[in-house]
């Protein structure tokens, strides 16, 4: 599985042999990256694809430096079950999120 951002849609998407698998969608915010929602289609699902994009995203929000904001329900799981995602989270803000 590779992944890759798509900023003309503003995701981030999980391709595998040419075909986007899943996707995070985001908008930009003053303090973070908002992450909105998280789509694997049927049939794609069951084998991973949200969990590991939900890492890649996060591992390159931390690499850049960048806050996130995980308004997508799937990605506040994952964060909650990854205590080392949660330095993505503004401190501020984590109250807002459950987290």
Do not use: K
């Amino acid at each position: 599985m590779e992944f890759r951002q798509d900023t003309s849609a503003d995701r981030y998407e999980a391709v595998e042999n040419d075909q986007v698998v899943g996707w995070i969608a985001y908008v930009d915010e003053p303090d973070g990256l908002g992450l909105v929602h998280t789509i694997v289609p049927p049939q794609f699902g069951g084998r991973g694809v949200g969990t590991a994009l939900a890492a890649y995203v996060l591992g390159e929000a931390a690499r850049g430096g960048m806050s996130v904001l995980p308004y997508c329900s799937f990605v506040r799981d994952y964060i909650a079950r990854t205590p080392a995602a949660l330095a993505c989270v503004p401190p501020a803000r984590r109250a807002e999120f459950g987290l």
